[in-house]
T-cell receptor, first 114, second 111 residues
Framework: EAEVAQSPRYKITEKSQAVAFWCDPISGHATLYWYRQILGQGPELLVQFQDESVVDDSQLPKDRFSAERLKGVDSTLKIQPAELGDSAMYLC????????????FGPGTRLTVT | QKEVEQNSGPLSVPEGAIASLNCTYSDRGSQSFFWYRQYSGKSPELIMSIYSNGDQEDGRFTAQLNKASQYVSLLIRDSQPSDSATYLCAVVSGGYNKLIFGAGTRLAVHP
């Protein structure tokens, strides 16, 4: 069964350092999402791609976060510099085009900033 | 006001009972509604979707929608300990075509 791949699964970094996460969606899924989830809360959308284009990044802290999906397949989310408040689970999901509610999630990256 | 609201729980039910989880949403333009299950330390998994008023059944799960009251619910019949998880209600926003999640309700099914 096709799955969304993410790496790394765990990342510990010091504040002010740069960190990057990678995601490979299910083949053929045009829409890719990056979420941040804090313990006890629901996932919060950071950025949504349709193919290689950003369709929503209204909640992305653009002074420190960036995301790209250059060829419309895999994607990278970067934080520079990391802050203590960035400690969270970062989830990537994908869906077929036009089916925003039917998302398939990867295993996530647990980020700890010290 | 949060866009999607859920009681955080925990909701504790005995094995074999019916678990009832509720959700309200604020955007009257929303047309699509979903329930995701998230086990501790794992990522969310879609379990139910509903698009029109009434009930949608899938095995032991029934999703219910009342658009007039802006209310969505999930019933789990014959609850099992393996159903113990956090259940996230999610709504596709009417104007922005993005999925908004509630904070989730933690369900604990005890033997």
């Amino acid at each position: 069964e096709a799955e969304v791949a993410q790496s790394p699964r765990y990342k510990i970094t010091e504040k002010s350092q740069a960190v990057a996460f990678w995601c490979d969606p299910i083949s053929g899924h045009a829409t890719l999402y990056w979420y941040r989830q804090i313990l006890g809360q629901g996932p919060e959308l950071l950025v949504q791609f349709q193919d290689e284009s950003v369709v929503d990044d209204s909640q992305l802290p653009k002074d420190r976060f960036s995301a790209e999906r250059l060829k419309g397949v895999d994607s990278t989310l970067k934080i520079q510099p990391a802050e203590l408040g960035d400690s969270a689970m970062y989830l990537c999901a994908s869906s077929p085009a036009g089916r925003v509610g039917e998302q398939y999630f990867g295993p996530g990256t647990r980020l700890t900033v010290t | 006001q949060k866009e999607v609201e859920q009681n955080s729980g925990p909701l504790s039910v005995p094995e074999g009972a019916i678990a009832s989880l509720n959700c309200t949403y604020s955007d009257r333009g929303s047309q699509s509604f979903f329930w995701y299950r998230q086990y501790s330390g794992k990522s969310p998994e879609l379990i139910m979707s509903i698009y029109s008023n009434g009930d949608q059944e899938d095995g032991r799960f029934t999703a219910q929608l009342n658009k007039a009251s802006q209310y969505v619910s999930l019933l789990i019949r014959d609850s099992q300990p393996s159903d113990s998880a956090t259940y996230l209600c999610a709504v596709v926003s009417g104007g922005y075509n993005k999925l908004i999640f509630g904070a989730g309700t933690r369900l604990a099914v005890h033997p």
